[in-house]
């Protein structure tokens, strides 16, 4: 590292975050980024990195999408932030958007400044409708850090505040146990079951066939409401509009954020139907947020929403997960005792290795070889691989250069030769 960046980093553990800084020192990540664009990201020393983590997917059409940016631009010309107890023109030009390409029957909007506050608005709607308090959720979710959001995550951020559900308020189930989520559904108290349609820190394992329509169908039998947490899935991810498109599933709201904002301005929402959003017409002022539904945050919204509709997006996404998954399958092929699994629906991936902590090696050695990938929390085997939607084919083979050297070096480094003469003397 320069002295620039030393001084810098050392700024950043006085004045920002000791713990966060401190630990990507010790996993050997030591990136602070100053210019970006595209799907690149430049450390303040210049050296540039392949954007695959895209911060949850926020930067799915990119770092600066100059579209977005000159939306915004223009838009500064007459919008501001605006006031959030009166009708705005954006504010109702995105819902009404937002509605056209949301699955039938969810048809009002709940705007917020961030994936978490919309995630309290969901959670908070779908107890006035059904006047029930518990919510049912996965074990180790995670759906952001404010409030009520954060006690449907996993324990550890929410214990750290003091901030766990009372008894009996929130009950948490294992992923994919479908006999566990109806048993709990079938009590007919809950207000909602709360899911991200492939579960991100997890490393995006798949849902078992018929696993969420399943829940949908347990959850109208009692009037519970199903809520899909779409902040990190949907906008095309999965190469549909909404992840739970692909599903076949239709659920009562729908979470959105990260990608919403294009990056450039923070903007979420929740689009539910007419029972879910019930308090709209009982008191408007039952949800407030001075930043949520932004009016230049709409004007991006707004843009992201026209380009991932466009026919020519949801073309270039599928292009690009099928060409990435014959890569990915090639480079598996020359590391098949490390590299034991490919997860995938669209562009959302986790790859898997047979290594405890295989996929925080792995990230370490993408960093070194010009990619930026991070591993996932909740299972230190997975790497969370997320390409942009409007990768082209050179970014695509440059990627799977790098990570095909990045995985043979991480192998080396866990195993060194001798796993693979046991497994060929086997």
Known sequence: M???????????????????????????IDLVIDKREGYYLHDMDGRRLINLHLNGGIYSLGHRNPEVIAAVREGMEHFDIGNHHFPALMRTELAEMLAKNAPHGLHFSMFASGGGEAIDIALKSARHATQRRRIICLQRCYHGHTGLAVQVGDDRFSKLFLSEAHEGDVTKVPFNDLAAMEAEIAKGDAACVIIESIPATYGFPMPLPGYLAAIKAACEKVGTLFIADEVQTGLMRSGEMWCIDTYGVVPDMIVTGKGLSGGIYPIAA??????????LKEDGWGHMSSFGGAELGCIAAHKVMEIVSRPETRSQCHYVAHYLRQGLAEIQAHHPDFFVGIRQRGLIMGLEFDHPEGAVQVMRDCYRNGIWAIYSALDPRSLQFKPGLLCDVALCDDILNRLDA??????AALFGTERRWRREAA
């Open 2 to 28: 320069s002295q620039a960046k030393d001084d810098f980093i050392a700024k950043t553990i006085q004045y920002w975050n000791p713990g966060k800084t401190l630990e990507w020192q010790r996993q050997g």
């Open 270 to 279: 929740v689009i539910a139907n007419e029972r879910s959003a019930a308090w």
């Open 406 to 411: 990045a995985v043979g070096q991480s192998r």
